[in-house]
Structure formats: structure tokens, C-alpha cells
């Protein structure tokens, strides 16, 4: 609606023949339209096509209240948040009130006496969609005079008596009357709180103290939750479960080109990142093969999750490790080698919560997990026999120390022309990179050692490959 068009009274928006919809209706009604024109609903929302949203659009078109399950880094605050886009891009509100009354049935006193006195005169505003929506953290000090409102008593000091609705300091909730209303991590509310909720949820309303206040508020309420805490054993009281239609469980991606495709939008980018630092294939797929190790590993608690933020962290710190090196030894491009796998130790730590703690079993989990993540991704990509004539050549006393701080050009010069590595050089079309050259190299030194077909040590921050 254009902005002269916009009627700017109770009166002119009735003659305009705009008709008020319930916030369920309007979610409703844009999501049908949506569907129709093959919208995607959630952009940037990835691994969900065929899981997560089909259950959100049906809990949308059954006008049920949301509550999304599922560990940590699961995109359920993204998916929340996105719901907006659901919403009208704006919907007329009686001006100056505080929780976005409908001109045409307002519910808060002070509306309601001006509507009294003045009818259709009442001036109305616009309220956008991105003011319609609020979310709470549930912390156990937050209180119902956060969540419902109280009694304010400057306004009690001005002279008004505490029976006078007008007394009254609306709290979050209502405020996002006619809105989305988030809270996350549900079971962490007090169970006080929790038992506050169901008006919300069942009747719709919310009161007020002992105040004989009806608030019959018109919200959409949707929650995020741990599975964990989400039970009858956890901290979440039954009667407030039943109250919320839709029960959605989120997941972590489901294939590695899912989680690769989540990275690549996700990570932090800079030009001159973009523009120097190569990221081979099999260097990727370690990254992306360590997290899912990490997800089946039985010393890891599952319970907590293992986020696909531990993905982009890696992935970010490996790229920042090339980079560094190809600045200081002014190579005009940078690629991660397997060299630089223990850097990921610093974007790892604090990510992983282990089943049992014991001094410095973190760490040495981290490697197990690296090399593991190493050899799968070979064997992938590889058989050992492939590399016969490389091993012959270390059994006749080759020797090749690899590092993080070693220049690409020494790998150049130490192996071009080596019989064996052909196969590798071929496959991820080395040419005449040298940066490139140097990663391919340490990544077949690594898995043959990992085959058990190279002997290795470490020297002095190198690590020595031999026959």
C-alpha cells in the first residue's frame, strides 16, 4: 500500500473495506500463497527440504503453536526467526499503544477509552513484520513481570489507584501482541513460569497478579528445546507439553555435501581470502569427515550435540593457517595441507563435551578423531596399491619431512618427477601450482602412513616420512 494510500484513522481504514486478520489467519493465508507460487519458504535453511519443513508447514496450515526439538547448531533460532516472513509487511495498530491493538477491537484499557471517546477519529499507525516478533533466552531469574508485566509504581506514585488498569507495566508478551513470540531453551523456565503459560497457550489470555485483567492477546508462540530436557524426566512440566500442537525435531545434516553447502554460506569471508586461499576437495571433505566422527563417537556427549558451527570454525582456521603461510613466504596462493591439521585444536576445544573428564583426553581425542577423518577420506579417494612405485621408492631410502612452516617450492623441488605420485596430481588437477602440489603430497604421505605402508616421526616440529 503506497504510503498516501495508507488510511491514518479507525474511520478511513473501515471505508478502505481492510479486513483484520488473526495473526494464525495471516501466517495462514501467506504461506498458501507461497506454496502456490513455488516459493522457497526458508532461505539459507539447508538439509530440511524433505524433513524439518513439510512439519512446519502443515503445524502453519493447522494453526498450531511450534515447539522445535533438537541439539545445539541445528538452525532452530534461524528457522524460528525466518517465520516472519509469514507475516503481512505491516498491519494497522491503534497509535501509541503499547501492545499493537486492533483498531477495530481493542483490548487494553487505554485504547479502549479513546475508541470510547473519540470513534473513528482514533489515529492508527503501521506497524511493520520485523516489529512483530520478540524472543527470550528462559533464564531461571527471569520472572513473570518480565514475561506478563506488573505493577508500575511510578505510575501509582502519579496518583492512580493500584486497582486502575492503567497501572499496569505490560511485560514482553504482550508487547508482541499480534506478533511471533519466541523463547528458547524452554525447559530452562522455572516451573512457575511454565505453569504461567498456559493461559497463553490454551485460552489465549494472560492476567495479571491478582488483577481482575483479561488480556485475550492475539500471539503466535513458538519454543526451542533440547530433546534431553524436553521430558518427563527433564525440566519441563507434562500439562505445558500438551498445550503446543506441532513437536518438531531438527537434525544435523544428513550428507556432506549438506554440511559442506552450510559451511560455504556460513563461514566468514574477506577478498583477499577469497582471492588467494584454494581449499582442495579432500582437504574439505577431512573437515567435514572429523565432524561426523565426532557425532558417532561414543566419548562425545550426543546429548549435547556436536554443532555445525565446530564445521565452519575448522574449516575458517584451516584457510587462515594457508593464508598466513602464504604471506609469509609470499606464495600468491594459499592451500591447507594436512600440516595444518593440529590448528584446529583451538577452533575444537570448548566444542566437544566429553562423557568423561580426564586430564588432557580432549586433546588426544582431537588427533584420533584427525586421523581418522585423514584415512577415511584417502581410502575414498585411493587404494594403496596405486602408490606401489611411491613406497618403492621410500623403501629404497626417500626420505620426505613435511611441516606447516615448510615452503611450497621445497616440495616442488624435492618430489616433481618422483614415480607414484601421478595418480594423486592427476586426480586433483595439480598443474602448475606448487601450493596445491605441496598439499596433494603431504595428503598421500599421510594416508599411506595412516595405511601402515610409511613409517613417520616427528622431528622438531616436522614430521618425517621414511620407508
Known amino acids: 500500500m503506497a504510503e498516501r494510500e495508507k488510511p491514518r484513522t479507525i474511520g478511513e481504514l473501515r471505508r478502505s473495506g481492510y479486513r483484520v486478520l488473526s495473526v494464525r489467519e495471516e501466517m495462514r493465508k501467506n504461506l498458501i500463497e507461497k506454496l502456490r507460487r513455488g516459493e522457497r519458504l526458508f532461505p539459507g535453511i539447508i538439509g530440511y527440504d524433505d ?23 541445528q538452525a532452530k533460532s534461524r528457522l524460528i526467526r525466518q517465520l516472519v516472513t509469514l507475516l503481512d509487511e505491516e498491519v494497522p495498530v491503534i497509535a501509541g499503544c503499547e501492545i499493537n491493538d486492533n483498531p477495530y477491537k481493542p483490548i487494553c484499557k487505554a485504547c479502549r477509552d479513546k475508541v470510547a471517546r473519540y470513534g473513528d477519529a482514533v489515529e492508527i499507525a503501521w506497524l511493520p513484520r520485523e516489529r512483530r516478533y520478540a524472543e527470550k533466552l528462559a533464564t531461571p531469574d527471569i520472572s513473570m513481570a518480565d514475561l506478563i508485566g506488573e505493577v508500575d509504581p511510578i505510575k501509582v506514585a502519579e496518583g492512580r489507584y493500584l486497582a486502575d488498569e492503567l497501572t499496569i ?91 559442506v553447502a552450510i559451511v560455504e554460506q556460513e563461514r566468514v569471508r574477506f577478498p583477499d581470502m577469497e582471492e588467494r586461499v584454494h581449499m582442495p576437495s579432500f582437504m574439505r571433505e577431512i573437515v567435514v569427515e572429523f565432524t561426523a566422527l565426532a557425532r558417532r563417537s561414543p566419548e562425545v556427549n550426543q546429548r549435547s550435540g556436536v554443532s555445525v558451527r565446530l564445521t565452519i570454525a ?36 570448548g566444542k566437544l563435551e566429553l562423557e568423561t573428564v580426564e586430564e588432557g583426553r580432549e586433546g588426544r581425542l582431537i588427533e584420533d578423531l584427525l586421523k581418522k577423518a585423514c584415512l ?21 631410502g626417500l626420505v620426505v619431512e613435511t611441516g606447516t612452516a615448510i615452503p611450497s617450492f621445497v616440495y616442488v623441488e624435492k618430489l616433481r618427477g618422483v614415480e607414484g605420485l601421478e595418480p594423486a596430481l592427476r586426480k586433483f588437477q595439480v598443474g602448475e601450482n606448487e601450493a596445491l602440489f605441496a598439499s596433494v603430497v603431504e595428503f598421500v604421505l599421510e594416508g599411506l602412513h595412516l595405511n601402515r605402508r610409511l613409517n613417520r616421526d616427528k622431528v622438531e616440529g616436522r614430521t618425517r616420512y621414511k620407508g
Not at 584457510?319 to 585444536?345: C, G, K, Q, T
Open 376 to 396: 577415511n577420506v584417502f581410502n575414498r579417494a585411493f587404494t594403496v596399491r596405486e602408490f606401489d612405485p611411491l613406497i618403492q621408492k621410500f623403501e629404497e
Open 51 to 73: 524433513t524439518v519443513i513439510p512439519q512446519v508447514e502443515n503445524a502453519i496450515l493447522a494453526a498450531q503453536d511450534i515447539i522445535f526439538l533438537g541439539e545445539r547448531g
Open 314 to 349: 575448522n574449516y575458517e582456521t584451516l584457510m587462515a593457517a594457508a593464508l598466513r603461510r602464504a604471506i609469509r613466504y609470499h606464495e600468491a596462493v594459499a592451500v591447507p595441507r594436512v600440516s595444518d591439521l593440529p590448528f584446529l585444536h583451538a577452533s575444537t576445544l
Open 169 to 259: 507495566h505490560f511485560g514482553l508478551i504482550p508487547r508482541v501482541n499480534r506478533g511471533i513470540f519466541c523463547i528458547n531453551e524452554l525447559p530452562d523456565l522455572p516451573e512457575r513460569i511454565q505453569v504461567g503459560l498456559f493461559n497463553l497457550l490454551e485460552e489465549r489470555d494472560i492476567q495479571i497478579r491478582g488483577y481482575l485483567i483479561r488480556l485475550p492477546l492475539d500471539v503466535y508462540v513458538v519454543a526451542s528445546a533440547n530433546p534431553e530436557d524436553y521430558t518427563n524426566r527433564g525440566r519441563i512440566i507434562t500439562p505445558l507439553k500438551d498445550r503446543y500442537g506441532a513437536q518438531i525435531r531438527t537434525h544435523y545434516p544428513r550428507t556432506p555435501e549438506d554440511e
